[in-house]
């Protein structure tokens, strides 16, 4: 099992502040995804990136993918309430499974 | 067009009871995946369905576990003799397609299991 370490677990923030929430492993990944879920529902794709260094950008948030394919970050600026939720880390392989984080909770405060 | 739906939301059952979760993937997915999410872990992978080809089960705890997809459509997960540690979100996925390892899934709602 290929796991993935999240940090922080527990994130909260004021509106307006910026954050980052990193994604970590010892094992490569052929891609890295980044979900958000909210309570009661179930993880929606924010994004997937597939090469290392690359940074991909939607609109307040910057996801990176670490140059050796072990490491990702998401980074959000200005933070708005919107933004709360459980943000999980998913790491893909050349098959059709996905590992998974444990996940993030951020908290905006308004 | 609809999303994935999943049915019951929640379940309340006493232990040793049997339990089964429905999912409704979306149309044209040919790929359903089921889900185990507990409190602060992350979502563990129980089992995958993609067509006609054999379901990779590698992911379910323990054989009190199963799950068929009939037609290529409509998922069930049973639970026979439920336990205390079965309680969870049970969360089921479905993709175009599961054979890239960049595919998108897209979740249901999940089905959260209390185990009295």
């Known amino acids: 099992t290929q796991l993935l370490e999240q940090s922080p677990q527990f994130l909260s923030i004021q509106e307006g502040e910026n954050l980052t929430v990193y994604c970590n492993s010892s094992?490569?990944?052929?891609?890295l995804q980044w979900y958000r879920q909210e309570p009661g529902e179930g993880p929606v794709l924010l994004v997937t990136?597939?090469?290392?260094?690359e940074v991909k950008k939607l609109k307040r948030l910057t996801f990176q993918f670490g140059d050796a394919r072990k490491d990702s970050s998401l980074h959000i600026t200005a933070a708005q309430t919107g933004d709360t939720g459980l943000y999980l880390c998913a790491g893909g392989s050349n098959d059709y499974k996905l590992s998974f984080g444990a996940g993030t909770t951020v908290t905006v405060r308004a | 067009g609809a999303g994935v739906s999943q049915s019951p939301s929640n379940k309340v059952t006493e232990k040793g009871k049997d339990v089964e979760l429905r999912c409704d993937p979306i149309?044209?997915?040919?790929?359903l995946y089921w889900y185990r999410q507990s409190l602060g872990q992350g979502l563990e992978f129980l089992i995958y369905?993609?067509?006609?080809?054999?379901?990779?089960k590698s992911g379910l705890p323990s054989d009190r576990f199963s799950a068929e997809r009939t037609g290529g459509s409509v998922s069930t997960l049973t639970i026979q003799r439920t336990q205390q540690e079965d309680s969870a979100v049970y969360l089921c996925?479905?993709?175009?397609?599961?054979?890239?390892?960049?595919?998108?899934?897209?979740f249901g709602p999940g089905t959260r299991l209390t185990v009295l």
């Open positions: 149309s044209g997915h040919t790929a």
């Open positions: 094992s490569v990944f052929s891609s």
């Open positions: 996925a479905s993709s175009p397609s599961g054979l890239r390892f960049y595919n998108e899934q897209f």
């Open positions: 369905f993609q067509g006609n080809s054999a379901p990779d």
């Open positions: 990136v597939v090469t290392g260094g």
